[in-house]
């Protein structure tokens, strides 16, 4: 996954941008990603994030800021991803599945724009409904950090996450779309900065029985913490 200006601090004057500063120019890195079904309703997954490069630039020495440079490479924050499928489409007519996700703070260097302060609460309910050839599926959240995170003056507080898409399946590949975003919860969509969207569209096929390959890429539609101006990635399952 690569991503191009995924973390941009910005400057405004009398409600007008006056200038940026990325913080993270250019970020490389990845996901390696374990599951495991447990039974027919619960499934443990894994979630190991790492960063092979990364840069930023530095503010003026006149800006007053204290900001750190990023690590040029390291680990994230781990996530553990228990999930518990509560509906099936025989059952309802869809599939319903929540998953009460956690993620530790591992980010490694520390204080390099590479994980939380502390652990941070994540649950998150997925509807989804195949008909035909055609996937939906919408998801909304919430991520409760049980400590204070700061990153260039900003706290990053408790938050709803969203995220909404499709997929149809072709002869031999199958097309997909999401619109994925957060906002503050005590403030929802009240600021932009703190209330970013992106969308992604991928492509994905499967070249034997049991590996599948995915490839795409997106772009920030509201700019803010950790959105990209764009991004481009490509995935593996086996």
């Known amino acids: 996954d690569y991503a191009r200006r995924p973390l941009v601090l910005t400057r405004t004057f009398l409600g007008e941008e006056t200038d940026s500063l990325a913080l993270v120019r250019n970020r490389l890195g ?52 228990p999930k518990f499928r509560l509906l099936t489409a025989e059952q309802a007519g869809f599939d319903l599945a929540f998953t009460p996700m956690v993620t530790l703070p591992t980010g490694a260097p520390s204080n390099a724009y590479m994980g939380e302060a502390g652990v941070v609460l994540q649950p998150e309910l997925t509807a989804s409904k195949k008909m035909g050839r055609l996937r939906v599926a919408s998801q909304i959240g919430a991520r409760f950090r049980l400590e204070d995170t700061e ?69 920030g539609l509201v700019g803010g913490y950790a959105t990209p101006d764009f991004r481009v990635f490509l995935g593996v399952q086996h």
């Open 30 to 81: 990845g996901n390696a990603l374990f599951a495991m079904g447990v039974t027919e309703w619960f499934e443990m997954g894994l979630d190991v994030p790492f960063i092979l490069y990364q840069d930023g630039e530095r503010p003026t020495n006149d800006s007053g800021l204290e900001i750190t440079d990023p690590a040029s490479a390291g680990l994230g924050d781990l996530r553990l991803r």
């Open 151 to 219: 990153v260039a003056a900003t706290k990053l507080e408790d938050e709803m996450t969203y995220r909404a898409g499709l997929a149809y399946q072709f002869e031999h590949i199958e097309w997909s779309g999401t619109i994925s975003g957060l906002s503050r919860l005590n403030a929802l969509f009240d600021e932009r900065k703190t209330a970013p969207t992106e969308a992604l569209t991928a492509v994905s096929w499967m070249s034997d029985a049991v590996t599948r390959w995915t490839v795409g890429g997106g772009i």
